[in-house]
């Protein structure tokens, strides 16, 4: 059974402030996903990882990949305010026809 | 880019009776869609996916006889919630694949049930 598993699950951090999230899944997958939701909201898509050592980066989010660990991080340079907001990543079973398993998410909280 | 809805946005319904939720494709023709729910405060758990013109594949554990859904069409899914119950409260987001790109899913903007 596929478990992903992300930390912390809460964060609250200040602004200009950097800090990583961590996303451990636990079988083969070749596909990563990172979305935000805000309160009362769907998803928003961030980044799509599709290889081993992928990298992605947009605004202050800079997604990566390490798909022989198992790992994905979520790096959040010099935090703003309006990155407050839950972030989930969710990995695709190998295979599979799309079918995704979510994290239980990261709760971001960035104060002045 | 891609444009997922979802009809209606929000619905109280009492216990006993149904309620339906569509989801559609905008802009694309949509051969896979998923439907995930969400508690408060939790995750999103996949509860099946809708291939145009078969049967939905349910996830283990979801109660294919409560949770009817139908992809008639390649724009539209819908999931209908039978004899509604308290627990069933939840927001529904459904998502769909866009043809050629195996990868990536576009997200309606979710529906919030609840049942009273």
């Known amino acids: 059974e596929l478990k992903v598993e992300q930390n912390p699950l809460f964060l609250s951090m200040q602004e200009g402030k950097n800090y990583t999230i961590y996303c451990n899944y636990s079988?083969?997958?070749?596909?990563l996903y990172w979305y935000r939701q805000d309160p009362g909201k769907s998803l928003e898509s961030l980044f799509v990882l599709l290889s081993n050592g992928a990298v992605k980066q947009e605004g202050r989010l800079m997604a990566s990949l390490d798909t022989k660990a198992r790992l994905s991080t979520l790096h959040i340079t010099a935090a703003v305010h309006d990155l407050s907001a839950t972030y989930f990543c969710a990995v695709d079973i190998w295979g599979s026809q799309g079918n995704l398993i979510f994290g239980k998410g990261t709760k971001l909280s960035v104060k002045p | 880019g891609a444009v997922v809805s979802q009809h209606p946005s929000r619905v109280i319904c009492k216990s006993g009776t149904s309620v339906k939720i569509e989801c559609r494709s905008l802009?694309?023709?949509?051969?896979?869609m998923f439907w995930y729910r969400q508690f408060p405060k939790q995750s999103l758990m996949l509860m099946a996916t809708s291939n145009e013109g078969s049967k939905a594949t349910y996830e283990q554990g979801v109660e294919k006889d409560k949770f009817l859904i139908n992809h008639a069409s390649l724009t539209l899914s819908t999931l209908t919630v039978t004899s509604a119950h308290p627990e069933d409260s939840s927001f529904y987001i459904c998502s769909a694949r866009f043809p050629g790109q195996a990868y990536e899913q576009y997200f309606g903007p979710g529906t919030r049930l609840t049942v009273t």
């Open positions: 802009d694309f023709q949509a051969t896979t």
């Open positions: 079988t083969t997958s070749d596909r």
